[in-house]
Each structure stands twice: as C-alpha cells, then as structure tokens.
C-alpha cells in the first residue's frame, strides 16, 4: 500500500490507496445498487476518520482497521442506509471511536443499529489525521446525508449523493429530488476538484460531473412532463415504462422510487397535482 493510484477501479474486498493520505477498503457488498461494494474511506495519517464504515462484515472491517494503525479518532456516516453504516457499531466497540453523523428518519429504509454519538453541523471541521473534513449537508438521496471536503486537496466524499457509473435511487418521502437538485447546486459553488463516491471509482473533473448529473435528472423529468402533458392525468405505473425507456426494465422497479421523487416535485412546484395516486399536469 506504499504506492498511491488515484485511478484504480474499485473492486471488491480490495484495499486501495488513492492519494498519500487516502485509502479506500471496497466492502463484501456488490450489487445492482452498490457496484463493486460500498466504498469505506480511511483519511488521514495519525488516527484518521473512518468514512462509512460500510457492511457489518468483520473480515472488511479488520481490513479497515489495519489501515488505519489501530487507532480511529472519528466514524463519519454520510446517512444511515443499510450498505453504509452498520460496521460503525463494530469499529466504535473495537476503537472507543465516536460515531458522528445526522439523526436517522423513520421511514423503514435505514440501518436499525445506527446510533451516532454526535451530530455533524453543515461546514463542521472535522480534524483527519492532519487533514481537515468539512462536513456539508447534502439532503436528497436522504434527509440525514452529508458530504465531506477533504479542504487541502478539494476531494469530495460524496456519499450517495454522487456515484460512479450510475445516478442514486430516491426514495420520498424522506428522498426528495427538489432538495437533490438543490444540493447538487449547493456543491457546485465549492472548492471541488475531484469526487470520492460512495460506490465505484475515483471521478475527476468534479463540477463537469455535478454538471451531468444535474442535466440527466432534468432530462428525466422533461420526459415524465411529457408524459403527463400528453395524457392529461395519469398514474406513475402507467407512465414507467415512457419515462426510463432507456434503463432495463429488470431496474424499473427500482426507477419507480425515483419516479415518485420527480412527481412528487412537481407537485411541490406546483406544475402539477395528485389525486389519490394519479398525477394531473397543470397546478390548481
């Protein structure tokens, strides 16, 4: 682990240093939804932060663990799904480490065991190991998410928020894709050069990313106005398949979560409105 490659592809169970001091340790938990695995970070040199510790799995976590001498200052879960915080329990009963992140909503998808010792303010310093995080609150994906600026180097791990090779599902009503697209221009207007994501690999050129996100989720709810403009009324099932005609529909069950979060804007703008479960385009 001497040499450093930003560029390397996540793999699974592989540990990787990307920058002098960065190292990322791809959790047992490939996917559809998470790739190779989630991505648990280790920054800084003497008793870093460990970024979402990822799957309860001890094999991983010893891995985590090794990296980090022994020794963690802080566990930083950027949200309390199931993929990316129930190893902080097992690495604070290890370490005698904090676990710090945002209360978890109650709304059936997050991780039971997740109890953070302490909340992170949005623009809260966190010490690394040398380095400094600042803690960024990011809601969309999920109420409670946070992204965090590795401030020296403009390194963003971003958590769910951003993701190699694919855009997050959103899930409301703790999902919101208004307050998504709000983060997105949030980060933005920071000091970003690169993202750190959550699953997959190392994205360079980060405002070009923000960028390309920001038109997909556009894109995609300029086709479901059109869905629904064309019909007049209709119901999320009846326009599924018009709105993600280019994803597999083995994903559209998945895609039907994100759906919701673009109908649901909508309405929140009042561009359109919801009668039991059909969606009329045109506010009151």
């Not at 870093?48 to 802080?74: K, N, Q, S, Y």
């Not at 065991?113 to 600042?134: F, H, Q, W």
């Not at 894709?177 to 690999?201: E, F, K, T, V």
């Amino acid at each position: 682990m001497s040499e450093f490659d930003p560029h390397a592809a996540a793999v699974t169970g592989a540990v990787q240093r990307l920058a002098e001091a960065v190292w990322r340790i791809v959790a047992p938990n490939p996917g559809p939804l998470t790739g190779p695995g989630t991505n648990t970070y280790v920054v800084g040199r003497q008793r870093p932060v460990v970024i979402d510790p990822g799957c309860d799995d001890p094999v991983h976590l010893e891995r985590v663990l090794e990296v980090a001498g022994g020794a963690v200052e802080r566990i930083v879960c950027t949200h309390s799904h199931p993929d990316h915080s129930p190893g902080a329990t097992w690495l604070r009963e290890r370490t005698g480490a904090p676990v710090c992140g945002l209360p978890a909503p109650e709304d059936g998808h997050q991780d039971p065991a997740y109890a953070p010792d302490a909340a992170l303010l949005d623009g809260e310093s966190i010490p690394a190991g040398g380095d400094v995080l600042r803690a960024i609150h990011t809601p969309g994906h999920a109420s409670n998410h946070v992204c965090l600026l590795l401030e020296a180097s403009g390194l963003l791990f971003t958590g769910d928020h951003l993701m190699s090779g694919s855009t997050v599902i959103i899930i409301p009503p703790d999902g919101s894709m208004r307050l998504y697209l709000d983060s997105l221009r949030q980060l933005r207007g920071l000091p970003i050069r690169s993202l750190a994501p959550g699953h997959g690999g190392l994205m360079p050129g980060a405002v070009a990313e923000i960028d390309r996100v920001t038109r997909h989720r556009l894109a995609r709810e300029a086709k479901l106005v059109r869905a629904l403009d064309t019909r007049g009324a209709a119901t999320l099932d009846d326009v599924l398949a018009e709105v993600y005609d280019d994803v597999p529909r083995a994903m559209h069950a998945y895609a039907r979560y994100s759906l919701l979060a673009h109908a649901v804007k909508l309405v929140e703008e009042g561009r359109a409105r919801v009668e039991g479960e059909v969606y009329v385009w045109g506010g009151d």
